[in-house]
């Protein structure tokens, strides 16, 4: 099976640094996308960042500028850099992943567990 496990979250003050990390594990053949996502007190999930494969990058407008969204293929693992936190950062950030287990299947989406992160004002 395959494990998604991010780290890193915690609690940090306005205008203060945070990296998250989400390493994969078990059977992959290989990964496609990776990405972010959030999800804030009383709303839905939202899409923070994502990274292709070969690097390309797309960010939510409320992140440009903020976070970078990086990841290292050798180690399986997707990390997202995020500065000049503010308040409505805080959330639970999830990693998404499409992964294929073997050439017979397509990739399939995996999810994390989440990491809270909370910013102080």
């Known amino acids: 099976q395959v494990q998604l496990v991010e780290s890193g979250g915690g609690l940090v003050q306005s205008g203060g640094s945070l990296r998250l990390s989400c390493a994969a594990s078990?059977?992959?053949?290989?990964?496609?996308?990776m990405a972010w996502y959030r999800q804030g007190p009383g709303k839905g999930r939202e899409f923070v960042a994502a990274i292709a494969t070969g690097g390309a990058t797309n960010y939510a407008d409320s992140v440009k500028g903020r976070f970078t969204i990086s990841r290292v293929n050798a180690k399986n693992t997707v990390y997202l850099e995020m500065n000049s936190l503010k308040s409505e950062d805080t959330a639970s950030y999830y990693c998404?992943?499409?992964?294929?287990?073997?050439?017979?299947?397509?990739?399939?989406?995996?999810w994390g567990k989440g990491t809270l992160v909370t910013v102080s004002s």
């Open positions: 078990g059977s992959i053949f290989s990964i496609n996308d």
């Open positions: 998404k992943a499409n992964i294929q287990q073997s050439t017979h299947y397509v990739g399939m989406d995996y």
